[in-house]
């Protein structure tokens, strides 16, 4: 159903995004979107735009930087471009954006709908309510300006994907995202762009899981506890006894339930292409704008929202004043939020929730709720059972290792390293995050068979995440990494088009296994002080050396022809030099990837 624009309401859309267009671009809504609810908002005091406003880009144009791996250039592009709320690109940029996500091979015409006639028994739209997945949140199918047969499209679509993808066990945010697409595409396109969105692995987009749920939204809170201090400051002063975590549980239907509609589909041109992050973002405003109108605004005083801020601040998101421009550049203006920044806060967030479940569980509570813990699926309890008789230790045995491996840990017997042992390989095992255990391990780069040059490391290992190193000097002691992150991001560029020296994140640790048996994480898991930028050097290399761990020392160094190398204490980890002499000279370097990441 086409949208034409009132007089009225053509000046409103042109005031709001300061930039006069043509009337062919307003009639962007797909069929099931009533569209007589869509008001265009006014703002008031705002300064009219002087001189003649730049064109909005096209889809075309925005299509061409991606064939051309400009992302960067992709992203300042869907930052700036207003286009107004129902043009008719996101019929076509959507899709593209959200497809350039996807890891699964692409997928044939008419993958869709053959998944419907699997999951219905028909391809026609029942006219009876449709029993959501398990992982919906009933409280929030926002449905925005979704029609009846909207509605019952966006439930079915829902279905599918949890059919496709049984590791889903819980998405808050996903049937909110489905309402979103719907309004400017059909119902296929809609489903390829959640599969892109939920099947990626460069960037995260949506939430699967309780853990993951969980660690998101402390992660928000911990951030806005740096980024908007006087705000948290404030409320903490009128509710003494606030506690945060009730506010911050909600942080994401701020967002998804408070913005006005034209807010919302801006901000999704932007999340389409670059994650979470933009909401991130966004949620620091919203609290700043907040505390703002609290202080000047009586509506908002602190007798008023004291009893509810987590409500007030929904409210107020609806009647937010500022316009969907002047939101997203106040979103990317906040300095010192990077996604490097962010991950190590997310990583640390969850290895915190990690290991308090470790502590508060028995074994056998620990196995039952991995499947909220990102394994591979959501049959893996069932797997490893079947997998049993294939184990070669039993319960009984001594070392945490093996201990590990009586508890379900992916059989590792089979391994032929050639720097450690196997009762070295079952403690190694045990050191290693619960999810990376149910995979199987794979030898992607050995000195022994591929020869010593770090040309050759590259090509064999750099796409891999996470990688296993194992070191054997000529004087047999064994030590070695936990790498978290690919080292093909060496070559990542940051947002000034820098590579940054380190990457990596506080998943990575060192161990050592002769001839002491120790292993050293990251010093930022003992808890939420902020220890500056030594503490954070995980990896580093180029084309002359590699590094891991740094600050006052590096923990490994190696050359170029991986052949000698040297050991300090550093920072990041807190270790001792790993050999005794600190130099080495290599005789045996492993890389083990893993199978199904």
């Known amino acids: 159903m086409p949208y034409h624009r009132s007089g009225d309401a053509s000046a409103q859309a042109d005031k709001l995004s300061g930039i006069v267009e043509e009337s062919d671009l307003y009639e962007g809504f797909a069929p099931h979107v009533e569209t007589s609810e869509i008001k265009t908002l006014d703002f008031y005091n705002q300064p009219k735009p002087s001189g003649k406003e730049p ?40 899709p593209m954006l959200c497809g350039q996500h996807l890891t699964k091979q692409q997928m044939l015409d008419g993958f869709y709908w053959e998944m419907v006639h699997q999951v219905f028994g028909t391809t026609e739209l029942s006219e009876k309510p449709i029993m959501l997945p398990a992982f919906v949140d009933a409280t929030h199918c926002l449905p925005y300006h979704l029609t009846s047969t909207g509605r019952a499209v966006a439930d079915r679509i ?11 066990t819980y998405s808050p945010v996903l049937y909110p995202i489905t309402s979103i697409l719907l309004h400017f595409m059909s119902e296929e396109e809609a489903y390829m762009c959640l599969a892109g969105l939920v099947g990626s692995k460069e960037k995260v987009f949506i939430n699967q899981t309780k853990l993951q749920h969980e660690v998101t939204w402390k992660t928000v809170m911990q951030i806005a506890k740096k980024h908007t201090k006087s705000a948290i400051s404030y409320f903490q002063r009128i509710c003494p006894g606030l506690k945060l975590e009730r506010v911050f549980m909600d942080w994401c239907w701020w967002i998804l339930a408070g913005l006005p509609f034209q807010h919302l589909v801006r901000i999704m041109d932007c999340y389409f292409h670059e994650g979470i992050k933009v909401l991130y973002r966004v949620a620091l405003v919203v609290l700043n704008l907040f505390h703002k109108e609290c202080q000047s605004n009586n509506e908002w005083s602190p007798d008023n929202i004291k009893n509810d801020i987590g409500n007030a601040l929904i409210k107020f998101c609806k009647k937010i004043p500022v316009s969907p421009a002047k939101l997203l550049h106040a979103a990317f203006s906040i300095r010192g939020l990077s996604t490097q920044y962010i991950s190590r806060i997310f990583i640390k967030t969850e290895m915190l929730l990690k290991s308090r479940s470790v502590l508060n569980s028995g074994s056998k509570q620990l196995i039952k709720s991995r499947s909220s813990d990102n394994l591979p699926t959501s049959q893996s309890q069932v797997n490893i059972q079947m997998m049993s008789h294939t184990l070669t230790i039993r319960e009984g045995e001594k070392s945490p290792g093996h201990r590990a491996i009586a508890m379900g840990v992916y059989p590792i017997h089979n391994l032929k390293s050639q720097v450690c042992k196997n009762e070295d390989l079952f403690t190694l095992w045990s050191w290693l995050p619960v999810r990376i255990t149910m995979y199987q391990p794979v030898l992607l780069y050995t000195t022994e068979e591929h020869g010593c040059s770090l040309t050759t490391f590259y090509v064999r290992v750099e796409q891999h995440e996470p990688t296993l190193l194992m070191i054997k000097t000529c004087n047999n002691e064994v030590f070695g990494a936990y790498c978290s992150s690919r080292w093909f991001e060496r070559n990542v560029k940051d947002d000034k088009g820098q590579r940054q020296a380190y990457f990596g994140t506080g998943e990575t640790f060192l161990f050592s296994l002769y001839p002491e048996r120790a292993k050293y994480p990251w010093v930022g898991i003992e808890g939420d002080k902020d220890l500056g930028h030594s503490s954070e050097l995980f990896m580093a290399a180029d084309s002359k050396m590699i590094t891991i761990g740094g600050g006052e020392g590096q923990a490994i160094w190696m050359d170029e022809n991986i052949r000698f190398g040297k050991t300090d204490g550093c920072k990041t980890f807190n270790n001792p030099p790993l050999c005794p002499s600190g130099d080495f000279e290599i005789r045996v370097l492993e890389v083990y990837g893993f199978v199904g990441i």
Request: with cysteine; hydrophobic share 35%; aromatic share 8%.
């Open 55 to 94: 064109a909005l880009r096209s889809y075309t144009e925005i299509q061409q930087l991606l064939q051309q791996g400009k992302k960067r250039d992709v992203k300042n592009i869907l930052r700036e471009n207003s286009w107004p709320i129902n043009s008719p690109i996101r019929a076509q940029l959507w």
């Open 158 to 168: 829902v279905n599918v994907l949890g059919y496709d993808c049984p590791d889903i």
